[in-house]
């Protein structure tokens, strides 16, 4: 008995190790293709970009090992601590106003009333259109004198200010134009929103809530899930914002919309250091990391998931 | 019945397909080419077809070397710059190119380009015909590194027909600093409400205003920025008050909805600096126009040129040949053949501006000779300066350009300006590369 229980544990292993192995072979050549790619396109240049960082190079000449000469030179470089500046007001402005606008406008948009479904293409268009094409579009709605805007103030006896051509209503522009764009965020509260169990309002309204205390305490604690969602990709976003300023700014006037990426693209293609721009990628992604781990970190207090019990 | 396919038949089917496709694939070899070379530029529309004659009759009169024009894109621009870059590091760029202004000096710093020293001697080409103001923006460390395709001085644009309803004078030589801003401010024009309906000038380049009053940008050594200094203050100062005291030139929101070219051909601007190539555009204006030469500053008459660098790349298996193919895109012929059919650019040989093709140009309402003559005039008085040569000229430029941002919003006064971009500067020549 003991010899035959030997043989069937010795049997069903091999079988068992022998259809896992193929199992995992077919797992793996299925995804090969996206590793490929990945470790090509993705990966390896961020490996390399790293190796970089601690070289002088000028993309034309073999790179020289530098160490950390690359990120000593950032501490005193008070342009790379204005880009960093400007593009941290751009994203504490722009990404909490993209998500709430996308909460509201979803609100509004989840009622069953007539042509809804054409009041929410008409929202998401922008969202599909080339930001290439959008910039250029822009620059016109922000014309001092022959754009749009201008033209509405001045309506209501309100002299537009420059735009993109002031130092103080620059970063603003660019700022209000990334408010056209949120038509992704406002598909996942869409979505969101319908995915709110309707018995919580029907307790609500048998509680005799109101229409605010309803979408208080009941909708907004069901949609922070997606809320911290659209903050993170939205800050993601906004930290590496660079064809809106390099196609409509430049940087200017006098550095006020010099975005971060745009100055690592000036010191790579521009001033021949390619290694320099390579460590402020660097601290862009560590930027980037601390920033989403921060937010991460704020959500044990105030993302709801259902079932939750928060004591 | 079907007769399935024998393995044989398939390997002498397929062996023969997959030989078939490798002959085809392969780009004959002309008999004649035995070298061949490339010639990089930023291209487009207009620039390919004007490049076509200039490669047609090289290829036909040297029947050893096939030259081929490459377009890399991006424009005039820094996108073009960043495909160059690319090429060079990947080891594939043009073996003759076209390079940014001021860019000369950086690429040659980093070994990207060859001297030419040596092959002018070789082939004994005579650099004498070559405008000294072109080709001085391609020394550097002693040595030549590369040739002038083209080259124009900034020349004074203007409006005849609206000088003609002011009672003005047209601009000559006769006018100085005090001429100008008079001129400029008899033509601007305002409504009730006092934004400008018609400005009198463009506002010109900085650097034209700093040398014209005798300053400099670096000295002679490129060790020191000499933006502080009163010359180039005064120089400064000028410009910015064209902007912000007289208010004759446009302001940051005038150019962020058009460009001067684009409001002087609307009749909102009496005059401008343009280089030849303007011409593009205001040919198609419907009023008469002319240029003359930049006005006389207190210190001198000196106005900024562009040029057009044509370089060898150091990694060139073909180094002599590509240095014949630059030999001839920058010999008059050369030029010939590209700048006559459009006319808008401006040769960089002195023997071709005395050339009719040049002299007698004309363009749609262009009232005189002074589309021509004004930009010879001045190149050959030697009023006419390239940027300094410096192989950090790119950031040297960005840091000064910050400053004068500044001096336009108003926000600084020319001295603040001019010892912040010298202080900038400064601490960018000393910086270890």
Redesign the interface.
């Known amino acids: 008995m003991a010899v035959m229980g030997l043989q069937r544990e010795r049997g069903v292993p091999r079988r068992t190790s022998r259809m896992t192995l193929r199992e995992n072979a077919a797992g793996w050549l299925f995804v090969l293709p996206w590793v490929i790619g990945f470790v090509a396109f993705t990966g390896g240049p961020i490996l390399t970009a790293f190796v970089v960082s601690f070289t002088d190079w000028?993309?034309?000449?073999a790179p020289r090992w530098v160490g950390l000469a690359n990120y000593r030179r950032m501490l005193d470089d008070p342009q790379a601590l204005a880009a960093l500046k400007v593009t941290t007001i751009y994203t504490a402005v722009s990404v909490p106003l993209q998500t709430a606008l996308a909460f509201v406008l979803a609100l509004l948009l989840n009622n069953p009333i007539r042509g809804v479904g054409i009041y929410r293409t008409i929202f998401y268009l922008p969202t599909i259109l080339p930001v290439a094409a959008v910039a250029v579009i822009w620059r016109w709605v922000?014309?001092?004198?022959?754009g749009i805007f201008n033209y509405l103030l001045s309506l209501i006896g309100v002299e537009g200010p420059?735009?993109?051509?002031?130092?103080s209503w620059a970063l603003p522009a660019l700022i209000l134009m990334s408010l056209f764009q949120i038509g992704g965020a406002l598909i996942i509260n869409l979505a969101g929103l319908q995915g709110v169990p309707a018995d919580l309002y029907e307790a609500a309204v048998v509680d005799g809530a109101s229409w605010w205390r309803k979408h208080w305490n009941v909708t907004l604690p069901m949609m922070t899930p997606y809320i911290l969602f659209q903050l993170v990709i939205g800050l993601v976003a906004a930290l590496q914002v660079f064809v809106q300023p390099y196609l409509m700014t430049q940087g200017?006037?006098?550095?006020a919309t010099l975005f971060f990426l745009l100055y690592v693209y000036?010191n790579a293609?521009?001033?021949?250091s390619m290694g320099y721009a390579s460590a402020l990628t660097g601290v862009l992604f560590l930027y980037v990391v601390l920033l989403t781990l921060l937010i991460l970190r704020s959500a044990r207090v105030w993302v709801y998931y259902e079932g939750q019990q928060k004591g | 019945m079907h007769q399935r396919l024998g393995r044989r038949d398939f390997v002498r089917i397929g062996g023969g397909a997959a030989v078939g496709a490798a002959l085809l694939g392969t780009t004959p070899r002309t008999s004649r080419a035995q070298v061949t070379v490339s010639y990089g530029s930023p291209g487009g529309v207009d620039e390919d077809e004007a490049w076509k004659p200039v490669f047609a009759a090289f290829n036909e009169s040297h029947p050893d070397i096939e030259a081929r024009y490459v377009p890399l894109g991006g424009g005039y621009a820094?996108q073009y710059?960043?495909n160059l870059?690319a090429r060079?590091?990947g080891g594939n760029a043009p073996d003759v190119f076209f390079v940014m202004d001021g860019l000369v000096a950086?690429?040659a710093e980093?070994?990207?380009i060859v001297p030419i020293d040596d092959y002018v001697q070789a082939a004994g080409e005579p650099l004498d015909d070559f405008f000294a103001a072109h080709l001085e923006s391609f020394r550097y460390k002693d040595q030549v590194w590369g040739l002038p395709r083209d080259g124009a001085p900034m020349a004074l644009f203007y409006n005849a027909a609206l000088f003609d309803e002011a009672g003005i004078a047209y601009p000559d030589q006769t006018w100085d600093w005090t001429i100008f801003l008079e001129a400029a401010t008899a033509l601007t024009t305002r409504d009730a409400g006092g934004r400008a309906v018609q400005l009198g000038t463009g506002r010109g380049e900085w650097v034209n205003w700093v040398w014209q009053a005798g300053g400099e940008v670096l000295d002679p050594s490129g060790s020191t920025c000499q933006l502080g200094e009163p010359p180039a203050i005064e120089g400064l100062r000028f410009a910015r008050d064209l902007v912000v005291e007289h208010q004759v030139a446009p302001?940051?929101?005038?150019?962020?909805?058009q460009t001067e070219n684009d409001m002087f051909l609307a009749g909102r601007l009496a005059m401008f600096f343009g280089a030849r190539g303007a011409l593009g555009a205001i040919c198609k204006a419907d009023f008469p126009f002319d240029a003359a030469v930049a006005p006389q500053g207190p210190g001198r008459r000196m106005t900024r040129t562009n040029v057009g660098p044509t370089v060898l790349w150091s990694g060139s298996p073909n180094q002599e040949a590509a240095f014949e193919l630059m030999r001839f895109i920058c010999s008059a012929e050369g030029q010939r053949l590209k700048i006559e059919p459009t006319g808008f650019a401006f040769p960089s040989r002195m023997s071709s501006t005395n050339e009719e093709w040049f002299t007698g140009f004309q363009c749609g309402q262009s009232a005189g000779t002074g589309i021509n003559l004004a930009f010879r005039e001045e190149i050959e008085q030697g009023w006419v300066r390239t940027w300094p040569t410096h192989p950090?000229w790119?950031?040297i430029s960005?840091a000064i350009t910050?400053e004068i941002?500044?001096l336009y919003?108003g926000?600084k006064t020319p001295e603040q300006t001019g010892q912040d971009a010298a202080r900038k500067v400064n601490e960018l020549l000393t910086a270890p590369a």
């Open positions: 000028d993309i034309v000449n922000l014309s001092p004198q022959y420059a735009w993109l051509a002031s130092t200017g006037p006098q550095d000036r293609f521009e001033f021949f | 820094p710059l960043q870059q060079i590091a950086g690429f980093r070994n990207v302001s940051a929101e005038d150019l962020a909805d950090r790119p950031e960005t910050e941002d500044a919003q926000n």
